[in-house]
């Protein structure tokens, strides 16, 4: 009675390790012909059949501070309308706030909650002065501390306001290797291979390769210090990096009105980031132009008073 169940356990036991030796080695071809990106993102989104839009993924670090919980709430609510109702399957973009060591103990009891609630937040070792290594320690630690690898990184301030579905379909075939975009500054400028430009802190993505260049590299670690920005134009010059330059000319600019005026235009449909969005006023009306809220609240006997074009059934 023993042994014929002995038998195909054996059998059973070579067809499945044959099983996994036959996956592991379409993994690893896979590996070589592709990067490992483009599978990892496969893996993430169940994309089995549609392989006419190349997967994209993008991880966004909104660089804030600790104390600004209420506009953290805000930008969930903004972003996660988008990620949720806007992007195409195969694009993935993951959303984390960032900002340096807490500093008053009263932070540590607020930002645990939030940590323990949304899980979508990084705090780097690094001290909140202005101009002093932020951005630097921000981009170095990425390839420590995330769990996966994206086609880009983005740097982006709490008073921008992106959408995700134009930034997408903005990178999707620009280079996926040694990528520096993002709105070219001085403003006036056109030309992202002119010297002395670099990309503004309003939004700026670079690909992979650069963010691990700028953690492995000694030019980056010996020139922290300085204006956060124009040092990462000036580490891709010192290091001849970024050979792929792209300024997002006019989706990138400045609300209307904002103090700086060159770099700012009325809002435009094809916009990827407007930024200096601070007050109240200025986000209604960023969010009434774009649409963001038209139909997204389901009536509801709970709800006896919101205007109807922003409900659907
Ligand atoms: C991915 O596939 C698994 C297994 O088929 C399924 O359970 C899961 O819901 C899918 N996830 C998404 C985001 O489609
Ligand atoms: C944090 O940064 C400080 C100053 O650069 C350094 O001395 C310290 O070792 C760092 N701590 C950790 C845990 O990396
Ligand atoms: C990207 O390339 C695809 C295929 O050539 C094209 O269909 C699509 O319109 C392009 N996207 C942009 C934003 O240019
Ligand atoms: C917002 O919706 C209005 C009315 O449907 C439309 O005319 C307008 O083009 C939309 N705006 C944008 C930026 O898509």
């Not at 694009?91 to 607020?110: A, G």
Request: charged share 20%; hydrophobic share 40%.
């Amino acid at each position: 009675m023993r042994r014929p169940s002995n038998h195909l356990v054996t059998l059973a036991f070579i067809s499945i390790f044959s099983l996994f030796i036959f996956i592991l080695y379409l993994l690893s071809s896979y590996k070589q012909l592709s990067d490992y990106s483009l599978i990892s993102s496969y893996l993430v989104n169940n994309i089995t059949a549609s392989t006419d839009t190349p997967p994209l993924s993008i991880f966004i670090g909104i660089i804030t501070l600790p104390d600004s919980d209420r506009r953290r709430n805000f930008l969930r609510a903004l972003y996660h309308t988008q990620i949720s109702r806007q992007l195409p399957s195969t694009v993935v973009v993951d959303i984390n706030f960032v900002f340096c060591n807490l500093n008053k103990p009263e932070q540590h009891v607020f930002v645990s909650l939030e940590i323990a609630m949304y899980g979508d937040i990084i705090i780097l070792n690094c001290t909140e002065d202005m101009n002093s290594g932020k951005t630097y320690t921000y981009f170095s630690s990425l390839p420590h501390i995330l769990h996966r690898r994206y086609d880009y990184v983005m740097k982006a301030d709490d008073d921008t306001y992106l959408r995700l579905p134009k930034l997408a379909s903005s990178l999707e075939n620009l280079s996926r290797w040694d990528l520096y975009y993002g709105y070219l500054i001085p403003c006036e400028r056109e030309n992202p291979s002119d010297r002395g430009t670099y990309m503004s802190g309003m939004g700026l993505a670079i690909s992979w390769d650069l963010v691990e260049w700028i953690s492995e590299s000694e030019i980056p670690r010996m020139n922290k210090v300085g204006p956060e920005d124009k040092m990462i134009g000036e580490w891709f010059n010192k290091g001849n990096k970024a050979k792929n330059r792209v300024s997002e000319k006019p989706g990138m600019y400045n609300f209307p009105g904002s103090d700086v005026e060159k770099c700012a235009h009325e809002l435009i449909p094809e916009t990827v980031a407007v930024h200096r969005v601070k007050k109240l006023e200025q986000w209604r009306d960023v969010l009434l132009y774009f649409n963001v809220t038209v139909g997204i609240v389901k009536p509801s006997k709970l709800i006896h008073s919101i205007d109807p074009s922003f409900m659907s059934e």
